[in-house]
């Protein structure tokens, strides 16, 4: 297994994120993308789930939701997450934690456009994480939609991205005898990155 170190890192995590990305991607790795996201919510119960990392710069990682789904009701309760990201026959990991705050309606609105009809389909259709009887209620939803708008849907107003800012990145590179490597980067109060070791 290759070793990780600091002079092997770029100086910007955003930077270095994406490399480790599109490293998954060339690969092959299967969902490449796809990355946890914890929250908890107004009483620090917390909750964990899959979503797909949909823009990564140095304003921090983004993803798109419901904003009436359960993960956007606990990140208004309580505006911080933590991702990973985890790329098991890389033996990598990328771990990030930081507030959050919502995506302009401008970057939501552009990444809507780009999505499958299908998928804008379900984005009005679906409410998201509310009980319902049976799936056939969906499929009724959808066809009520797409009967609606023939002509194609814009982005609902309950539905945009979210950011997590980069406060902390940690990259973890396994290692032979558990000895792995992790790397953090922590934000230094005049917005520079040092990059620290963690003991496995």
């Not at 797909?52 to 990682?61: M, P, T, V, W, Y």
């Not at 679906?126 to 049976?134: D, G, H, T």
Request: net charge neutral; aromatic share 8%; with cysteine.
């Amino acid at each position: 297994m290759q070793g990780l170190d600091v002079p092997d890192l770029h100086p910007d995590p955003a930077v270095q994120v994406q490399e480790w990305v599109d490293a998954a991607v060339t690969a092959g790795v299967a969902e490449p993308t796809a990355m946890t996201l914890a929250t908890a919510d107004v009483l620090g119960r917390p909750s964990v789930r899959a979503v797909l990392l949909k823009g990564l710069d140095e304003r921090g990682a983004v993803f798109y939701t419901n904003y009436r789904s359960a993960k956007a009701r606990d990140l208004d309760a309580n505006p911080q997450a933590a991702l990973a990201l985890v790329w098991p026959t890389l033996y990598r990991q990328v771990r990030i934690t930081g507030p959050v705050t919502r995506t302009s309606e401008a970057e939501s609105d552009t990444y809507f456009a780009t999505r499958p009809p299908g998928s804008r389909l379900s984005a009005w259709a679906s409410p998201q994480s509310a009980v319902i009887a049976e799936r056939a209620d969906l499929t009724r939803r959808v066809a009520e939609v797409a009967a609606r708008h023939p002509d194609g849907l814009p982005r609902p107003a309950h539905w945009g991205g979210y950011r997590v800012a980069l406060e902390q990145v940690e990259l973890w590179q396994a290692r032979p005898d558990r000895l792995h490597d992790r790397l953090r980067y922590a934000q230094c109060d005049d917005g520079s990155w040092r990059i620290e070791r963690l003991a496995p």
